[in-house]
């Protein structure tokens, strides 16, 4: 029975990698219920197919994204793996009713299986937030060379993304210069999302700009606010004699200034422990179920829900419209602050959900409905 077993297994892992190596010859589409084939030659075919086929187990997505396959990585894994380039990523940042834009954003691939995404909201200034963005790609790949030989960083993101990290904030603080004695320095926030071989997710933060996952048509949040109110949070601070203030708008503040206990720079409020100690996590995307990776600063995350927010990207055709239409609704829904979006799509992009096909926003929306007011 074992050796039947081991036979049955050998035969469909065969069968799975001929089907992989058979796509080097195409690229695969499925709008709405029909199969476009289009050949390396350029001739197309179509075939009707039922809605209700299961083009995962076929080794291709139900997607509205053309995705070329990595045959190395899905080989190696065992299932369909897209490659995951900056061109796919749909962008889009709005000042709102603030006089100046703070927000910045990176996306790059300081390698080639590797993407990075990033969004930082800077306060007090741009300064910090543009320091950061200019120089995320280089520190990285400065921290991974540097690592070379060493496992614990090279073959591990998480590590590398966290120094990284850290560099940044020390490297700001020896380039910063008030322009008169006592003033505050500006900071930033910072949340970026890696990506390597189009399956490996490793998420840092700093802050509370958002990460989130749509997974099984369910927003999944990768990140967690560094906000005052979080006991350990709160606990550091009081342990260096900071102190917690409500303002006006009854907003938790360090020392009355600063509403989050983590940020790249803001350096006069480091000694009453202020860190930019990122959290970090990894974690394996699953194209199959997996529609997209949205990073938002929180003009948009304090403005809607997250299970808004997945609506209306569902609700888009592609990752550019969906970042536009995300930013213009968030204006909508009361948004004053700067609001920036980073939405990547994944293998199970654009697959029809009921939800969002009757889904429909407009300015008649009851402003009391909105998260920000729950």
């Known amino acids: 029975m074992l050796k039947s077993a081991v036979t049955n297994a050998s035969k469909q892992s065969s069968f799975h990698i001929r089907v992989l190596q058979s796509q080097r010859k195409y690229s695969l589409r499925l709008p709405n219920s029909h ?134 904030d020390l490297a700001y603080a ?25 399956y490996e997710l490793v998420v840092g933060h700093i802050g509370d700009s958002v990460a989130i996952l749509c997974r099984d048509k369910e927003p999944r949040r990768l990140t967690v606010d560094h906000d005052p109110s979080v006991p350990e949070e709160r606990d550091r601070i009081e342990k260096l004699g900071g102190k917690i203030l409500s303002d006006s708008k009854e907003t938790l503040r360090v020392n009355g200034r600063l509403n989050m206990t983590r940020s790249i720079g803001d350096l006069d409020l480091k000694p009453f422990g202020v860190i930019a100690t990122p959290d970090t996590s990894r974690r394996n995307l699953k194209h199959g179920k997996d529609k997209f990776l949205v990073l938002m600063t929180d003009g948009v995350s304090g403005s809607m829900s997250d299970k808004e927010i997945m609506n209306v990207i569902m609700d888009c055709d592609d990752p550019q419209m969906a970042a536009s239409r995300l930013v213009d609704q968030a204006l909508m829904y009361s948004c004053e602050d700067n609001a920036t979006v980073l939405i990547l799509p994944l293998g199970s992009w654009g697959k029809p959900s009921e939800e969002t096909s009757s889904n429909m926003f407009s300015l008649g929306r009851n402003m009391m409905l909105s998260s920000r007011y729950s």
């Open 35 to 168: 199969l476009k084939v289009t050949k390396r030659d350029g001739n197309e075919t179509r075939k009707n197919m039922a809605s209700s086929v299961d083009i995962d187990q076929l080794g291709a997505w139900d997607t509205r994204i053309n995705f070329p396959l990595s045959e190395e990585q899905s080989i190696r894994r065992g299932t369909p793996i897209p490659i995951l380039r900056k061109s796919q990523v749909g962008v889009y940042s709005d000042k709102g009713r603030r006089p100046y834009q703070e927000d910045r954003y990176t996306i790059c691939e300081p390698f080639p299986n590797l993407l990075v995404l990033a969004v930082w909201d800077g306060h007090g200034g741009d300064g910090c937030a543009e320091f950061c963005s200019e120089r995320l790609e280089r520190f990285l790949l400065h921290r991974i060379e540097r690592s070379k030989g060493d496992s614990d960083v090279s073959d591990d993101l998480e590590t590398a993304l966290k120094l990284t990290l850290l560099d940044l």
């Open 174 to 198: 020896k380039h910063w210069k008030p322009k008169k004695p006592g003033m505050s320095s500006p900071g930033s926030t910072a949340t970026v999302a890696m990506i390597r071989g189009g």
